[in-house]
Structures are given as C-alpha cells and as structure tokens.
C-alpha cells in the first residue's frame, strides 16, 4: 500500500540555518504531495504541495520538489526562523483516492 | 473568515460515559474527515463523508462513529470511551475528493478520559 517515511526528529538548528527534511513515498499511482505544519496545540495546516512530476511547491520561504525518479519531497527552507518551529508532516494523495497519508512527523526547534 | 470550528477545545469524559464532539464548516466543502491523533504520532483517519456518503475506514473501532446531518456539521460519537481513546481529534475537509485536494483542518479538540 501507498506509504510516507520521513527522515526521524527531532531536528534542532540555530536561526538562519538552512533547513532539509527529507520525505520518500511509495505510491501505486501518481500521487499528489504535500507538506503540511503544526504549530502546538492546533490542527495542521496545509504548507505547499506538488500534483505532478517536477513540480515545486513552495510557501513562506519553504520548497519542495516533486522528484518521480527518486521518489522524493524534501521539503527545504534557506534561512529559518525561531517562528518556524513546529511539526511538519509530509503527505500524500494518490489518484482517486479521499484520504491522505501521512509520514510520521518531523519535529523542529530553532534556538535563537 | 471560512474556517474548520471544532467544539470544545478539550473535553473531559468517565470512562465508558459517552461524548460527542463537533465541527463545523463555513467552507461548503463536500468532504468532512474525522482524524484520530494520538501524542507525538501523525494524524489517523477515523471515517470521511463524501456528501452524505459515509466512508468508515476498516481499522476503525465500532465504538466511533459519526453523523453529518448536514454540508456544514458533522459529529464524532464516542460511544463508551476507554483510556486509550484519549487523543487530539481533528476534523478536516475539502471541497472535493480528488488526490489534489488539500484538507482543511480545524484546531481540533482533546479528549481526556478519567
């Protein structure tokens, strides 16, 4: 079945360092991607998302790519913030499908 | 603004009495999802409803169930809470149910079970 694995938290950097985490998926489809965030104690919310092959996704300084070949959604940030602190989930959705999939989470602190 | 509302932030409930949260939605989105999320895991589906259609997903225990009498409100029934069903519930939607619709969630409510 259509599975997300991403890279195990938690993840702690410094402000203005550059940020990866990395998410792979397995899909019998052509899935939709997306990267979704939580902030403590609130529901998700949508961050970007990718629906086809090369796509790039990006939102409030944050990127990912849609990689086929590798089966890959790294979700990227240049220069983080201590307000980006948070969980991100990595997510996919394949074709005809009403549901998502979540990965596990990836938990980020940034220390000022 | 149009938003996911869940109804109460935190709820407190005996073990075995039953409770019943809530959503709402000013989205007019088609699809309501009820999502289980238990501490430091990823979001789990509970059931959909596509419409009126009700979508249970096969590992869901029969004590949950739900009802949407309505496109904007749908409910979560918990019918004799146990202490493992203490979590985070979120309620999510989306306009429709194709694989590039994004899901929209509320703040979600925490069930504490005594």
């Known amino acids: 079945g259509d599975s997300v694995t991403q890279m195990e938290g938690p993840v702690t950097l410094s402000e203005e360092a550059f940020l990866t985490i990395n998410c792979t998926y397995t899909?019998?489809?052509?899935?939709?991607l997306f990267w979704y965030v939580q902030y403590p104690g609130e529901g998700l919310q949508l961050l970007l998302k990718a629906t086809k092959a090369d796509d790039k996704g990006s939102n409030k300084g944050f990127e990912a790519t849609y990689r086929k070949e590798t089966t890959s959604f790294h979700l990227e940030k240049g220069s983080v913030q201590v307000s980006d602190s948070a969980v991100y989930f990595c997510?996919?959705?394949?074709?005809?499908?009403?549901?998502?999939?979540f990965g596990q989470g990836t938990r980020l602190t940034i220390n000022p | 603004d149009a938003m996911v509302i869940q109804n109460p932030r935190y709820q407190v409930t005996q073990f075995g009495k039953p409770v019943t949260l809530s959503c709402s939605q000013t989205l007019n989105h088609n699809v309501m999802y009820w999502y289980q999320q238990k501490s430091s895991q990823a979001p789990k589906l509970l059931f959909h409803?596509?419409?009126?259609?009700?979508?249970n997903e096969a590992d869901t225990p029969d004590n949950f169930q739900s009802r949407r009498p309505n496109t904007s409100f749908c409910f979560l029934d918990i019918r004799s809470p146990g202490l493992g069903d203490a979590a985070m519930y979120l309620c999510?939607?989306?306009?429709?149910?194709?694989?590039?619709?994004?899901?929209?969630f509320g703040d979600g409510t925490r069930l504490s079970i005594l």
């Open positions: 997510a996919l959705s394949d074709q005809g499908a009403q549901k998502l999939v």
């Open positions: 409803y596509y419409d009126k259609d009700f979508n």
């Open positions: 999510a939607t989306s306009r429709e149910g194709g694989s590039n619709q994004p899901q929209h």
């Open positions: 899909a019998t489809g052509y899935p939709s």
